[in-house]
């Protein structure tokens, strides 16, 4: 299983005419002309953002300050430019929405004297744009800074952060962009509606050993980037919260020539593009595993959100091997390949005194009976004081993969630990999923083996609070998804209204419907999926049992049938011959007629899942209806509030 490029089509420009006489002025327009960016080097460097020949944003000030160079940016003189052409398409390693990637986009390097180039690309959905320095030896970054203009009356949907030190699960504040004052800031992704509607979504992208992008404001219709100063001195208050007390005068330590990391906008008018925009995957760097093929994506039983509530056994259930033993044997039963075992299973600061009631390798040697790998959750600071050997122990057990969890921030020593655990895990064939982490930014295709990440507020705050509600759960597609794949761990088999939800710490439910539930597993996009809830709840719910056996954890073909950003989603995705549909809804209850042209001609059966009539009062009622149905049929469909619908389309061939 390898990543592949095919129909490469490179155009380059030697000698492209500058837009004015003295060379300081560059334009440079998407392949589809839609976006069109103006360049100008003069004094300081700025990009001004048209689409369809309106204005829609300026970078201005694009600059670094590098300690003994100076501000590389401003006060710039050009001595090159290159313009480059490019139409490819990539099979990924891991498909998370498709199993082909277009690469079309047209670039301007500009090489400016003093050692460095700014690299610019134009897409069809979106700008980015790089630094590149070619200095000798070591470099010292202390900030890079540039002015994000957006037009009066702009909007942002606001991850607001407190600290530096954080888990990155946010709410997603819909605020004027002239309330963000200094003081105020926020983790990316971030999403900003311009007056006209148009959707500017800020991420990057090919982050690597350099800090995290944060995003702060004025006070007007601007915003600039922060960053988290080089860490001096931490302090571990536990097992798992490492803390920077002290910061030193610098972003970032690093060899004096690099690529520094994508600064993206992706760009949509209709919301529902930014959940099939891929620009952060492609401005990843390539994969760095000779041969991936071991890379197996998938489903996992979780078993800490639901507190090892199993029930109707003749054994205690609990963190013991009997407990784990009966998670595998409900993953074999119905093709779940992985069990995870979360906190619990060693002695909290030693991964390698493991608890007494726990035989890892016997459970392991059990799953490998049964086609059910096991994954191991680990604290960030512990493994990586005992790296090797833990690492080690682990490939000699034959576990499958492992959750890294509470790292917490993303100063330039955090990114490279993730590289690091990257790095390590895949020489040991093992899979990774990052929580307590920051957003995804081009890790996952240079290491595929990094499946699935958190960075997201997600059904496991719903064990202690009411703020999960299906309001943000169709937010996150439109904002946090389209950074890349997210651990959210849908599945709860306890649902309720708004005016019934209470959080339970060891017995959570989910606010919203049962089939709102279900459409997660469709909606949301994450290769390496948990089913959150007990093993003995699922066992009681044999039609919702059939759906998240069968439901795929990687695409083939994704469409977005119908959605707004907060309000709505409706997705198809197809894997193989079959094709998924999810849906779900805010509080406000909705009717769709969805066209299933996407079908392409043939007949389906099909099996859906709706809300039932009584879902309104109680969030678990669903019915299960079958039939027949083509392409050139419509399908209605009513969500109640809160509410979902999830459907399975299978060719019959005619």
């Not at 290159?82 to 990924?92: G, V």
């Not at 959750?403 to 630990?417: A, C, G, L």
């Not at 279900?518 to 066992?539: G, I």
Request: hydrophobic share 40%.
């Amino acid at each position: 299983m390898k990543t592949h490029v095919y129909g490469l089509c490179i155009l380059l420009s030697l000698f492209i005419q500058p837009l004015a006489a003295d060379g300081q002025t560059f334009g440079i327009e998407s392949p589809g002309k839609d976006i069109y960016v103006l360049i100008n080097t003069k004094d300081s460097l700025s990009a001004r953002v048209f689409f369809r020949n309106s204005f829609l944003m300026e970078v201005s000030d694009l600059s670094m300050h590098i300690r003994g160079v100076g501000d590389i940016g401003r006060g710039a003189v050009v001595d090159g430019h290159l313009a480059m052409t490019i139409d490819t398409a990539f099979i990924p390693v891991v498909r998370q929405k498709s199993e082909r990637i277009t690469d079309r986009y047209n670039e301007l390097a500009i090489r400016f004297r003093g050692g460095y180039s700014v690299i610019f690309r134009v897409y069809d959905n979106g700008f980015a744009y790089r630094f590149n320095t070619r200095l000798d030896g070591e470099i010292t970054v202390e900030d890079e800074r540039c002015r994000m203009i957006f037009p009066d009356q702009s909007h942002l949907y606001f991850p607001e952060e407190k600290s530096f030190f954080s888990h990155n699960e946010r709410a997603y504040l819909y605020l004027p962009l002239d309330s963000i004052v200094p003081g105020r800031f926020c983790s990316l992704p971030a999403l900003v509606e311009s007056p006209g509607g148009t959707k500017i979504l800020l991420t990057e992208s090919s982050l690597e050993d350099y800090p995290g992008m944060w995003l702060t404001g004025n006070g007007d219709h601007t915003l600039r980037p922060m960053f988290p100063a080089y860490p001096e001195k931490t302090e571990q208050t536990r097992d798992r919260d490492v803390k920077v007390v002290e910061r030193l005068d610098y972003i970032a330590k690093t060899v004096g020539t690099r690529d520094f990391p994508w600064r993206i906008l992706m760009i949509a008018t209709k919301d529902g593009d930014l959940i099939i925009n891929q620009l952060p995957w492609l401005l990843s760097s390539p994969c760095r595993i000779k041969d991936p093929s071991w890379i197996r994506p998938g489903k996992v039983a979780w078993d800490w959100w639901n507190a090892n509530n199993i029930y109707g056994v003749d054994f205690k259930s609990g963190i013991n091997t009997t407990t784990y033993k009966y998670y595998i044997d409900f993953a074999s039963a119905h093709g779940i390949e992985y069990v995870i075992l979360d906190e619990g299973w060693y002695r909290l600061g030693d991964l390698l005194d493991v608890n007494p009631e726990i035989n890892v390798e016997e459970l392991v040697n059990y799953g490998k009976t049964k086609n059910v790998g096991i994954i191991l959750w680990v604290i960030w600071k512990t493994l990586d004081d005992q790296l090797k050997e833990a690492l080690d122990q682990f490939e000699a057990w034959g576990v499958k993969g492992i959750k890294v969890d509470f790292m917490q921030r993303d100063d330039q020593p955090m990114v490279e630990y993730y590289w690091k655990i990257a790095r390590e895990a895949a020489s040991r064939k093992l899979l990774v999923d990052f929580h307590g982490a920051y957003k995804p930014s081009g890790l996952n295709r240079a290491w595929p083996n990094v499946l699935t990440g958190e960075g997201v507020r997600g059904l496991e705050w719903n064990k202690w609070s009411d703020v999960i509600t299906p309001e943000h759960d169709v937010t996150l597609p439109f904002i946090r998804m389209a950074a890349g794949p997210m651990d959210y761990t849908p599945g709860a088999m306890l649902n309720a209204q708004q005016e019934q939800f209470h959080p339970v710490f060891d017995r959570p439910m989910s606010q919203g419907t049962r089939c709102h539930q279900l459409a997660m597993y469709v909606v949301f996009e994450s290769p390496l999926q948990m089913l959150a809830d007990s093993p003995s709840n699922y066992l009681k719910e044999g039609q919702c049992m059939e759906f998240l056996s069968e439901v795929p954890a990687v695409w083939d073909e994704t469409v977005v049938l119908d959605a707004k950003v907060g309000d709505y989603v409706i997705v198809a995705r197809r894997s193989g011959a079959q094709w998924y549909l999810g849906g779900m809804t805010d509080w406000s209850p909705r009717e769709f007629t969805i066209d299933l042209s996407f079908l392409s001609g043939e007949t389906f059966e099909y099996d859906l899942y709706q809300d039932g009539m009584n879902s309104d009062r109680f969030a678990g009622d669903y019915t299960k209806t079958t039939g027949r149905i083509s392409s050139h049929d419509r399908l209605t469909v009513r969500m109640s509030p809160g509410g979902g619908v999830a459907a399975v389309f299978s060719p019959t061939g005619k």
